[in-house]
């Protein structure tokens, strides 16, 4: 299984960016991809996450403005990013699990490398 997310940067506040998850290697039935962030001095918390069912679980700081979607036939997953805030700034990783959608880091198997995200004027 790997995972591969490039796409991070600088982006003003107010401002979008959409990350992208290439993920291979899933080759059972059900698992989830998730989006995880780390600020400096804080946490790995999770963002969002979708199931290959397409059932989707995010933390309250983002709903309405973080989206989380797939592409089965690219393997990848995204999200979107909109309505960006200073502490959205973070180095954001992605991650695979066999099985349900969760927001816990200790569930997940597969870690893509981080990409940061920082969002400052």
């Known amino acids: 299984v790997q995972l591969q997310a490039p796409g991070g940067g600088l982006v003003e506040p107010g401002g979008t960016l959409r990350l992208a998850c290439a993920t291979s290697g899933f080759t059972r039935d059900y698992y989830a991809i998730a989006w995880f962030r780390q600020a400096p001095g804080k946490e790995r918390e999770g963002v969002s996450c979708i199931s290959s069912y397409g059932n989707t679980l995010e933390r309250d700081s983002v709903k309405g403005r973080f989206t989380i979607s797939r592409d089965s036939a690219k393997n990848t997953v995204y999200l979107q990013m909109n309505s960006l805030k200073p502490e959205d700034t973070a180095v954001y990783y992605c991650?695979?699990?066999?099985?349900?959608?969760?927001?816990?880091?200790?569930?997940?198997?597969?870690w893509g490398q981080g990409t940061l995200v920082t969002v400052s004027s």
């Open positions: 991650a695979g699990r066999w099985g349900s959608p969760l927001l816990l880091p200790n569930e997940y198997d597969y």
